[in-house]
């Protein structure tokens, strides 16, 4: 079992640059593969990025590549998503997302048993 706490949400400019971050709970968190997804009203949920255990090994979806970067630190349990620069499209909640490291790195949303509660984010112009 793992628990995820994200934060770092609210309000930021479009152009501007935002950090994401998920905290977990427990001792194995090496050994999570670690993922990100967005919704927004009236849109699918996007799976945008993940990362495995080593932090070379990272998904990104066409639409946040070159803007979106996760990264990790294990010693913290911790997973990062920065945004810069931000869009208004990327306005929405952001939930973290973590799995077993098993195999490849998983890029769906139904490959992840386990979720936070989300964070807001929302973009002026």
């Known amino acids: 079992q793992v628990q995820l706490v994200e934060s770092g949400g609210g309000l930021v400019q479009a152009g501007g640059s935002l950090r994401l971050s998920c905290a977990a709970s427990?001792?194995?968190?090496?050994?999570?593969?670690m993922g990100w997804s967005r919704e927004a009203p009236g849109k699918e949920r996007e799976f945008v990025a993940a990362i495995g255990w080593r932090v070379d090994y990272t998904y990104y979806a066409e639409s946040v590549k070159g803007r979106f970067t996760i990264s990790r630190d294990n010693a913290k349990n911790t997973v990062y998503l920065q945004i810069s620069p931000v869009r208004p499209e990327d306005a929405a909640v952001y939930s973290c997302?973590?799995?077993?490291?098993?195999?490849?790195?998983?890029?769906?949303?139904?490959?992840?048993?386990?979720w936070g509660q989300g964070t807001q984010v929302t973009v002026s112009s």
């Open positions: 427990g001792r194995t968190f090496s050994s999570y593969a």
């Open positions: 997302a973590a799995r077993l490291n098993i195999g490849r790195l998983r890029t769906a949303p139904g490959d992840y048993a386990y």
